[in-house]
Every structure is written in C-alpha cells, then in structure tokens.
C-alpha cells in the first residue's frame, strides 16, 4: 500500500456502485423532491420524504427498468417495486449502503406541547434518528454527492469569481461600467418582485387571502432553485370579526389615499419620475467610475479647470498690457529720451 494512502474510517459512506444509478435518477430533474433543512448541530442538508420515495418507486417502472437494473436484481429479483415491502427493501438498502439515514424533526425549543402538534411536512430542522430503518412516514437526509467533476468545475468558477472581484479595480473601464448595469438591474428586478408581490398580498389579504408569488423566495432554508418554486401559494384565512373590521378599515384607507394621490399626480408623472430616477443612478454610476484615478477621463481637465486657466491667461495679458500703458505715459521716461535726443544732436554738430 503506498504511503500516501488513507485508511477510510468506520463512519464515512462506503458507497456501492451498484447503487449510484438509483440514487442518480432519484435526484435527478424528473427525480423527488427535495428540500434543504439544517441538522442539530452540523451544517445545512438536503433530505427527501419516504411517501416521495414510495410514489415515485411505484410509478416510474419504466425508468427504473432501464437505468437501475443492477440494484432492481439485488433487492428485488430484478422486477419493479410492486409493493410498500419491496419500496421499504430498497430503502433499507440505500440507508445501509450510505447513501442517506433516516432522520426526525429536533425544534429548536422543544416543549412538551411539541409532540402533539401535527409534524410538519417538510421541517426546518432535523437530528438522526435512533432508529435507522425506513418507514414511509419518515424524512431522509441525503448523503449521496455525486461525481466529483461537477463540484471541482464549481469550486474552479468560486475561485476564479473571487479573484475577479478581488481585482475590480484593475479592470478595464467598459468591465467596471457593465458591471455597475447588471447589479443596478439584478437590484431593481429584485425589489420590484418584492414591491409587486407585496402590493397583490395585500390586495387579496382584505378579502381574506394569503396569496404570496414566489412564497419561499426569502426562505433562508431554501436553495437557490427551491426559492422560485412554487411560483404561488394560496390559502385562505380564518379571521375573527376583529380582523374583518381591521381588513375592511385598511381597504377604506387605502381607497382614499390612492383618490387623494390621484387628484394631484398622473401615471405619466409617476413613470417619468421613474424614468428619470433610473438614469440619473446610472449616470452617476457611470460618472463615478470614469472619474477614477487612472481613468482617461482623470487625465482630462474638467470645464471648470479650463475655464480657471482661461481667467488666468486672461489676467495676465491685462497687466502686461497695463505695464506697457504705464512705460509710454511716465513723465521720467519721456525726459529720459529727450536727453537722449539731445546727446545724439550734439554729437553730430562736433563731428
């Protein structure tokens, strides 16, 4: 054995490759669904639901057949799971073989109010259960990875992410000014989703709806994918007499703010305020990055440096001029050259 070798521990997965194709095609994009929940004490995991598990097993014979035909012949003779025993055998086979545990719902305050609430259908927080055989009932923590050639290709674009943000300021100036649009854009897309499902919440919360688009897209919970999904949620409310009255006062209200707003402001007020609100960040942006040291517009003058030389050279010319006026009308200069007149007329009548 070479020296550089490593002795796997007791408790690390032994994964089977027999076993890989299932779990593959379990999650895959047509495979179960899956959610991210944390675990007591450790980091952030994907699990997957038995009654998933069982429905898919039961109805997907076709695909099953053609891409896990290897783990249909060790655990189930080489046919589709027919039953709830034949779905619980290839449960207890992947659990045994690493690929996932069985796991129970661990609130972050139990009481003993707790054990009689209804257990939640996709619960945000999950511990392993003692009891590491599988049920249908049950929630199970993947630990199934994959290939490692799409996670180093990841880590590869991280890195080189990082490095890119880091040297922003050496980027060249058209880097700098596209990247300033696409963060303004990401920013408004994202607050007018919010702004817009905010608005149509409250419009169906006065007739008694919860009704939210992307209600899981601020879900700390959630993965990125996870967050779009559903696009709505859709339940109504059972509210009191007190809280139809506080719904129909806010409906009241609002009527009167959006007529008083009315009389005074138009829709073409409002999207021209937009409007000009929207370019005037981009132009600032635009300006702020082209001033920079070492910009080709830094190395410019502005109008205001021009127009202070101009004043300048203007000043200047002023007071030589002035100078010159001073020179021809001095009274000293004046008989200074009539002497000197007079010295050359002298010397050319003795000659």
Known sequence: MSMFSKKKKDSEPEWDPTYEPLMKTLLGKKGIKT????????KKVDYFRGKDFQKFLLENDGILTKKCMKALEESCDGNPPENDKDVERLGNELIQRGFCFRALYKPLNPTSKTAEIKPKKWPDRLARSPNQTFDIDGFYVIMYEGGS????????LIIAGVLLACMHPVWPIWAKIGGWYLSVVFLTVYFGVLILRMVIFTMFWVVGVDFWIFPNLNDEYCGFLDSFKPFYSWEKRKDDALMLLVRFGSLAIAAVAIQQIAETTSLEDVQDFVVSSYADVLEWGVEKLTGL??????MLPSVEELQKETDLDDNATNVTADMADDDVDD???????KEKAEATATADTES
Do not use: I, W
């Open 149 to 156: 050639g799409m996670q180093h290709f990841l880590l590869g």
């Open 35 to 42: 959610k991210s929940a944390s675990e007591a004490g450790k």
């Open 293 to 298: 040291p070492g910009s080709d517009k830094q």
């Open 331 to 337: 009274p000293a200069t004046e008989e200074k050259d």
